[in-house]
T-cell receptor, first 114, second 117 residues
Framework: AQSVSQHNHHVILSEAASLELGCNYS??????LFWYVQYPGQHLQLLLK??????LVKGIKGFEAEFIKSKFSFNLRKPSVQWSDTAEYFC????????????FGGGTRVLVKP | DAGVIQSPRHEVTEMGQEVTLRCKPI?????LFWYRQTMMRGLELLIY????????DSGMPEDRFSAKMPNASFSTLKIQPSEPRDSAVYFC???????????????FGPGTRLLVL
């Protein structure tokens, strides 16, 4: 069974600091990878996704993620955060053999101090 | 284009009552997912449908929960009888599936906040 680990449960940082959120998954086959963001009181929105091609994926709002197959990782990065990036971030993985099922990590709550 | 529509947005009910949550997926999407989000357990997949057929309901907590998708544009999640531990935010999501069965992006609705007293 596929599983997703987000090792940081909470991250607190100041505006303009750089952000990196870790995501590791446990599945050896072909995967599709996603990062979703949930702003306070809102629903999940897609930040970026990786299906194939360039392993460095750029998403909305200045976020990017790098797929490193050998490390089973898909870490999310943003060079300079803003207060409005305060949210919960979810990594999700779909193993193609699992069909349409998407497995989410436990989420990382990010608080950006103004 | 309208996104995933869920109703009601908020529901407060008493223990033992029946609760029905509704979802309208994005037009043209053929996969629909029900998730539950709580502080303790995070985001859990309850059930998903492909072409109106339930594919995986292993996440449904117990027999009190049931889900239906009578047509491509409507799904319900029912809890009968409801209990306080069912209090959570319930999200519906939809996606389009390619012919190979590979997953496309899931788009989430605004959620239903359920409080069972």
């Amino acid at each position: 069974a596929q599983s997703v680990s987000q090792h940081n449960h909470h991250v607190i940082l100041s505006e303009a600091a750089s952000l990196e959120l870790g995501c590791n998954y446990s599945y050896g086959g072909t995967v599709n990878l996603f990062w979703y963001v949930q702003y306070p009181g809102q629903h999940l929105q897609l930040l970026l996704k990786y299906f194939s091609g360039d392993p460095l994926v750029k998403g909305i709002k200045g976020f990017e993620a790098e797929f490193i197959k050998s490390k089973f990782s898909f870490n999310l990065r943003k060079p300079s955060v803003q207060w409005s990036d305060t949210a919960e971030y979810f990594c999700a993985v779909n193993a193609k053999a699992a069909g349409n099922k998407l497995t989410f990590g436990g989420g990382t709550r990010v608080l950006v101090k103004p | 284009d309208a996104g995933v529509i869920q109703s009601p947005r908020h529901e407060v009910t008493e223990m033992g009552q029946e609760v029905t949550l509704r979802c309208k997926p994005i037009s043209g999407h053929n996969s629909l997912f029900w998730y539950r989000q709580t502080m303790m357990r995070g985001l859990e997949l309850l059930i998903y449908f492909n072409n109106n057929v339930p594919i995986d309901d292993s996440g449904m907590p117990e027999d009190r929960f049931s889900a239906k998708m009578p047509n491509a544009s409507f799904s319900t999640l029912k809890i009968q009888p409801s209990e306080p531990r069912d209090s959570a935010v319930y999200f519906c999501a939809s996606s389009a599936t390619r012919g190979t069965g590979a997953l496309e992006t899931q788009y989430f609705g605004p959620g239903t906040r359920l409080l069972v007293l």
